[in-house]
């Protein structure tokens, strides 16, 4: 299944990258897809799935772990590659001038420009 997934994926250029499962295995948008809603998953959904995996792997305060973290580690990873604000707000749907974005931009921007770094520690 995760093959299948990661083969889908590849393909995704203008649409959401986490998508339903339907109860047969085919992801929502493909041909035969018998889901229900929209074509991605919504909040509520990824909240969930992210509360699941940290019980699951036994994390500390698991029911405080959110899906929050995938899109500002989104937007970190993508700020820290040097992907224009503007395009990481795009793909955040934040507004460009939103100072959500341009704070993760900053958390990036802190750690390179730290001079404990220049000292190798």
């Known amino acids: 299944m995760a093959s299948r997934w990661a083969c889908s994926a590849s393909r995704i250029r203008r649409s959401a990258l986490l998508r339903p499962i339907d109860r047969f295995g085919r992801i929502g948008g493909t041909p035969g897809w018998a889901g229900r809603g929209g074509l991605r ?3 509520v959904t990824l909240n969930a799935i992210v509360k699941d995996a940290a019980l699951r792997a036994g994390l500390a305060d698991a029911e405080r772990y959110s899906a929050h973290g995938l899109r500002a580690g989104g937007a970190t990873t993508l700020a820290d590659a040097n992907v224009p604000t503007g395009k990481i ?10 100072p959500t974005v341009h704070g993760y931009v900053r958390a990036v921007d802190r750690w390179k420009d730290n001079p404990m770094g220049k000292a190798g520690l």
């Not at 707000?89 to 939103?98: D, F, H, V």
């Open 41 to 43: 998953l919504s909040g």
């Open 89 to 98: 707000a795009e793909q955040g749907r934040w507004k460009p001038t939103s």
